[in-house]
Nanobody, 123 residues
């Protein structure tokens, strides 16, 4: 099971920050890669960031590079997505997902999904 917890409100002003947390239960995070995806209104789910079971393997979508940071704490079975300098185009439902070992870039590659949380960036 994957549970998504959001720190901060649903509505953020442009330039603001928000941190998403994703806690897994029922399995150990140690050997799983974790990904963050988002689905903007009326669009398909898209890759945002991922971190492999070896923490050195990290990748981001070009649209969020230098603004978003993914990290993991295996002791807490938790993955984080720190989002800075949020912009209106970041508005979407955000999902975390888990798959064994290596990073994946497509939703179909992931076995477990969190429930999704809305992030709205607007003034």
């Amino acid at each position: 099971q994957v549970q998504l917890v959001k720190s901060g409100g649903d509505l953020v002003q442009p330039g603001g920050s928000l941190r998403l947390s994703c806690v897994v239960s029922g399995f150990s995070l140690d050997y799983y890669a974790m990904g963050w995806f988002r689905q903007p209104p009326g669009k398909e789910r898209e890759f945002v960031a991922a971190i492999g079971w070896l923490e050195r393997n990290v990748d981001y979508a070009d649209s969020v590079k230098d603004r978003f940071t993914i990290s993991r704490d295996n002791r807490k079975d938790t993955v984080y997505l720190q989002m800075n300098n949020l912009q209106p185009e970041d508005t979407a439902v955000y999902y975390c997902a888990a798959r064994p070992r290596d990073i994946g870039y497509y939703p179909w590659q992931y076995n477990y999904w969190g429930q999704g949380t809305q992030v709205t960036v607007s003034s």
